[in-house]
């Protein structure tokens, strides 16, 4: 008789349970309280592999989706690739770091409104003993016509994102087009591109936040940085036009970019990194202009 009060317990236990779990239109956060489902919940985010390598995505993504009820894929590339996908309506949101394009992307219609997230530095880095002589460079240009001149080994990434995009136009400021067996490009993300300058003993060029992350690892040290707005690293949400495909996901694309310049996310991106490196990986700067920017 014991045994059968047992099992009639546990059932009405389970039971009692069961009645407490949010069903399948809610979702229970952390402090118990119960989000409402989005209607159409599985959302893309096209994004960079600066955000992907500094570890700022999964930080982002894991709040945002405790909090909305979405559930976020992202894809992630370099900035030039991840604007050909949202303009092909292969996502609903993109975080980039590449201003021209994104204002000619959002000129040309693929987007519905584009807003300032959050921003860190580039800085060139090098191996210790600096061959070129870089670090005592008076400017970023400076540094470049050393590294050309005297032909040392520099990595470009070679693939069109933003930080790509920025190196291009850092030699074009300093008079140079660089060319010939010193100059090679890897093709590959920002942390495979800093792996390669580290086995090699060359320059490149890194948004701090990777840098950050994978310096322990390096046998690379800054020796260009902070030399003017040059190397300025600025981070925008866009909105994908819905008009770009049926797949696009409007309300889930505004959730998100609504979720990345609000408190909660601003909050995490101000602390994200101090306790690890020392110093934040990124800036928050939602609400600000680009022309008040340190």
């Given at each position: ?6 099992i009639?317990?546990s ?23 119960a ?18 390598d500094s570890?700022l ?13 979405y ?75 050393r ?10 990434r070679?693939?069109r ?26 093709g ?83 602390s ?13 700067a939602?609400?600000?202009e ?5």
């Amino acid at each position: 008789m014991q045994r059968l009060w047992s099992i009639v317990l546990s059932g009405l236990l389970l039971l009692l349970l069961a009645g407490c779990r949010p069903g399948p239109d809610s979702l229970a956060t952390a402090s118990g309280t119960a989000v409402p489902q989005p209607a159409q919940p599985d959302m893309i985010l096209l994004t960079t592999t600066s955000v992907r390598d500094s570890g700022l995505l999964d930080v982002l993504v894991a709040d945002f989706q405790r909090r909305t009820g979405y559930r976020v894929k992202p894809v992630v590339a370099g900035s030039g690739q991840v604007l050909t996908l949202g303009a092909n309506g292969a996502g609903d949101v993109l975080l980039t770091h590449s201003p021209a394009a994104e204002t000619a992307w959002l000129a040309a219609g693929h987007g519905l409104e584009r807003r300032l997230v959050m921003f860190n530095d580039y800085l060139i880095v090098g191996p210790p003993d600096d061959p070129a002589g870089l670090r005592d460079s008076p400017s970023t240009a400076a540094a470049l016509q050393r590294v050309a001149s005297q032909r040392a080994l520099f990595i470009s990434r070679g693939d069109r994102s933003g930080t790509h995009t920025r190196e291009r136009q850092l030699w074009q400021q300093a008079g140079i087009v660089p060319a010939g067996s010193w100059y090679q490009e890897s093709g590959t993300g920002q942390g495979q591109s800093l792996q390669i300058a580290s086995e090699k003993r060359g320059y490149v060029l890194t948004d701090r936040g990777t840098y950050l992350v994978q310096r322990q690892r390096l046998a690379l040290v800054p020796l260009v940085e902070r030399t003017g707005p040059e190397l300025l690293n600025i981070y925008h949400v866009l909105t994908v036009n819905p008009a770009r495909g049926e797949r696009v996901n409007a309300a889930g694309g505004r959730a998100f970019a609504d979720y990345v310049v609000g408190p909660a996310a601003q909050t995490l991106i101000a602390s994200f990194g101090i306790e690890r490196y020392g110093e934040p990986v990124f800036t928050p700067a939602a609400g600000r202009e680009v022309a008040d920017l340190p």
